[in-house]
T-cell receptor, first 118, second 115 residues
């Protein structure tokens, strides 16, 4: 069965610091997809990134970067020069390839509550 | 930018009552999902729907739950006889393709409170 572990329940940093959110996953599939979502205090879930298991290239988008390492089953998320607006709960999620041709649900981690202090 | 919408934003109901949560997915999306999030906990998958039938469902999605796409735009989740433990935020999501072809976009959620 698939599983996503976000060991950091809460992280608090001062604005402008860099912060890394950890995500470790378990799956038996060789084809799978990894995601990060942001949940700000308003409650909606905002898509940040999707990665497939065949693409281990790291990705950078502005102040955000993601480090995918299959060898350690990790998909970590780094925010550089954090800002107060980055304060939110961040969820890592996994989806296994579904060979039946139907839709596939995401398995979420428990989330990391990131607090950026001014 | 197209978005997933959900109504109502907050629903209060008494235990044992039926509730219907409504969602309008993004118009050209083909795959539809319901998730729930009990307060302070992780988001949990309930059910996925494609080609007018359930594709996949979790253990949470028991006989008390049902989904329907009654017309070309709405996607509903019905809970037949609500229990206190059904109190949660319910998110609808839609995607253009499977996980490898399209990310799931989530609606703002419906907060269900069962008293």
């Amino acid at each position: 069965a698939q599983k996503v572990t976000q060991a950091q329940t809460e992280i608090s940093v001062v604005e402008k610091e860099d912060v890394t959110l950890d995500c470790v996953y378990e799956t038996r599939d060789t084809t799978y997809y990894l995601f990060w979502y942001k949940q700000p205090p308003s409650g909606e879930l905002v898509f940040l990134i999707r990665r497939n298991s065949f693409d281990e290239q790291n990705e950078i988008s502005g102040r955000y970067s993601w480090n995918f390492q299959k060898s350690t089953s990790s998909f970590n998320f780094t925010i550089t020069a954090s800002q107060v607006v980055d304060s939110a709960v961040y969820f890592c999620a996994l989806s296994e390839a579904y060979s039946g041709g139907g839709a596939d649900g995401l398995t979420f981690g428990k989330g990391t509550h990131l607090i950026i202090q001014p | 930018e197209p978005e997933v919408t959900q109504t109502p934003s907050h629903q209060v109901t008494q235990m044992g009552q039926e509730v219907i949560l409504r969602c309008v997915p993004i118009s050209n999306h083909l795959y539809f999902y319901w998730y729930r999030q009990i307060l302070g906990q992780k988001v949990e998958f309930l059910v996925s729907f494609y080609n007018n039938e359930i594709s996949e469902k979790s253990e949470i999605f028991d006989d008390q739950f049902s989904v329907e796409r009654p017309d070309g735009s709405n996607f509903t989740l019905k809970i037949r006889s609500t229990k206190l433990e059904d109190s949660a935020m319910y998110f609808c999501a839609s995607s253009l393709g499977l996980a490898g072809a399209g990310e799931q976009y989530f609606g703002p959620g419906t907060r269900l409170t069962v008293t």
